[in-house]
């Protein structure tokens, strides 16, 4: 079965640095697009960065363009999450998420636990 | 625009049907997604493209599009349904992902 589990989240100060990891398992991570979408305490879901299956298309939100990279390694199945600069703002719920195939528009079919980041000083 | 609008809540009556609905104006180009998300647990796909459902989820959840308005109903709600539902499509660049503020849904 399909699992995703997120880790490397915790507490940062502002400014700072953090690198989540979504471990993947179940499927063939390489053969699909992947996503990570946030959630800030009490709020709605926000997505944040999409990395093609191949790695070579990245897509981002415009509230951490420039400060956060998305990566992944296909021969660990396990994606990346790069987040520099860290602000208040950026504290949530981090899921990574599975995008469904051969769907217009694809939805994201399996979600991760999630894994807390949590920026203060 | 690329927003897409949902009310921040809605109630049924146990039993009753309920439509949540997700207005903007990219759906007049893209199908929209629906997912369900109860306290403290990840959100979980019920709808995808026109009205699709993933395999488990109960045949009472359906979709549909009309114009720039998308809607989730709930065929007879149950107690269980109670959650928060999220819609979400793409941008005019079909690139990046767009995600309805949700809609808190109590089951009375």
């Known amino acids: 079965q399909v699992q995703l589990v997120e880790s490397g989240g915790g507490v940062v100060q502002p400014g700072r640095s953090l690198r989540l990891s979504c471990a993947a398992s179940?499927?063939?991570?390489?053969?699909?697009?992947m996503h990570w979408v946030r959630q800030a305490p009490g709020k709605g879901l926000e997505w944040v960065t999409l990395?093609?299956?191949?790695?070579?298309?990245?897509y981002y939100a415009s509230s951490v363009k420039g400060r956060f990279t998305v990566s992944r390694d296909n021969s660990k199945n396990t994606l990346f999450l790069q987040m520099n600069s860290l602000r208040a703002e950026d504290t949530a719920v981090y899921y990574c998420?599975?995008?469904?195939?051969?769907?217009?528009?694809?939805?994201?079919?399996?979600w991760g636990q999630g894994t807390l980041v949590t920026v203060s000083s | 625009s690329s927003e897409l609008t949902q009310a921040p809540a809605v109630s049924v009556a146990l039993g009753q049907t309920v439509r949540i609905t997700c207005q903007g104006d990219?759906?007049?180009?893209?199908?929209v997604n629906w997912y369900q998300q109860k306290p403290g647990q990840a959100p979980v796909l019920v709808i995808y493209?026109?009205?699709n459902r993933p395999s488990g989820i109960p045949d009472r959840f359906s979709g549909s599009t009309s114009g720039n308005t998308a809607s989730l109903t709930i065929t007879g709600a149950q107690a269980e349904d109670e959650a928060d539902y999220y819609c979400?499509?793409?941008?005019?660049?079909?690139?990046?992902?767009?995600f309805g503020g949700g809609t808190k849904l109590t089951v009375l």
């Open positions: 998420a599975k995008e469904k195939r051969e769907v217009r528009p694809p939805p994201l079919d399996y």
């Open positions: 179940g499927f063939t991570f390489s053969s699909f697009d």
């Open positions: 990395i093609s299956y191949d790695g070579s298309k990245k």
């Open positions: 990219s759906l007049r180009n893209y199908n």
């Open positions: 493209g026109k009205n």
């Open positions: 979400d499509s793409r941008d005019s660049s079909a690139n990046l992902v767009v």
